[in-house]
T-cell receptor
Framework: GAVVSQHPSWVICKSGTSVKIECRSL??????MFWYRQFPKQSLMLMAT?????????EQGVEKDKFLINHASLTLSTLTVTSAHPEDSSFYIC????????????FGPGTRLTVL | SQQGEEDPQALSIQEGENATMNCSYK?????LQWYRQNSGRGLVHLIL?????REKHSGRLRVTLDTSKKSSSLLITASRAADTASYFC??????????FGKGTHLIIQP
């Protein structure tokens, strides 16, 4: 089946630093990728929709200047958490649509961000 | 945006028993999906049921969909300890990303 990878798996950083998370579709091309955030013991919340070659669409309440998304190619989307603070600590998961299948999203393994 | 809600929030059963989880949503959908998430891990796609389908099977999983009641159920038969996880339903209304419910935490006791 289709595989989506994320890098890094986990990251611990100091408050004020920026963290970049990569999401790659390994064996298929994804024109659309999604970024989700999951706080402890809560459900996933969609943050933004990332379309290759265009600006990301952010969900209400998500700061686009804080969570920078770049989808430069059909296999890579990046999420940069700028000037991270402890409240940004969360589990970030990306997903990607296989161009050959419009119904199923394939999820990455997630990245756990801890901001000290 | 639409939101799925699962119930119960938590469920503990003995190994070998069947586990049933329910999901309700609010608006029209193209399909509904169920995912499993082990603690601290990413999501694993279990099954997708389209809006024109009423029931679907995959191994020990059985999913039903009632679009008139805007609800779905996930049945896991002959549960195993390895089934212990959180289960989420997610609705797909079109071009947007999935909308997840709050999840059901399932514990299978040996």
């Amino acid at each position: 089946g289709a595989v989506v990878s994320q890098h890094p798996s986990w990251v611990i950083c100091k408050s004020g630093t920026s963290v970049k998370i990569e999401c790659r579709s390994l064996d298929f091309q994804a024109t659309t990728m999604f970024w989700y955030r999951q706080f402890p013991k809560q459900s996933l919340m969609l943050m933004a929709t990332s379309n290759e070659g265009s600006k990301a669409t952010y969900e209400q309440g998500v700061e686009k200047d804080k969570f920078l998304i770049n989808h430069a190619s059909l296999t890579l989307s990046t999420l940069t958490v700028t000037s991270a603070h402890p409240e940004d600590s969360s589990f970030y998961i990306c997903s990607a649509y296989d161009r050959g299948s419009t119904d199923t999203q394939y999820f990455g393994p997630g990245t756990r961000l801890t901001v000290l | 945006s639409q939101q799925g809600e699962e119930d119960p929030q938590a469920l503990s059963i003995q190994e070998g028993e069947n586990a049933t989880m329910n999901c309700s949503y609010k608006t029209s959908i193209n399909n509904l999906q169920w995912y499993r998430q082990n603690s601290g891990r990413g999501l694993v796609h279990l099954i997708l049921i389209r809006s024109n389908e009423r029931e679907k099977h995959s191994g020990r999983l059985r999913v039903t969909l009632d679009t008139s009641k805007k609800s779905s159920s996930l049945l896991i038969t002959a549960s195993r300890a390895a089934d212990t996880a959180s289960y989420f339903c997610a609705t797909d209304g079109g071009a947007d990303g999935l909308t997840f419910g709050k999840g059901t935490h399932l514990i299978i006791q040996p």
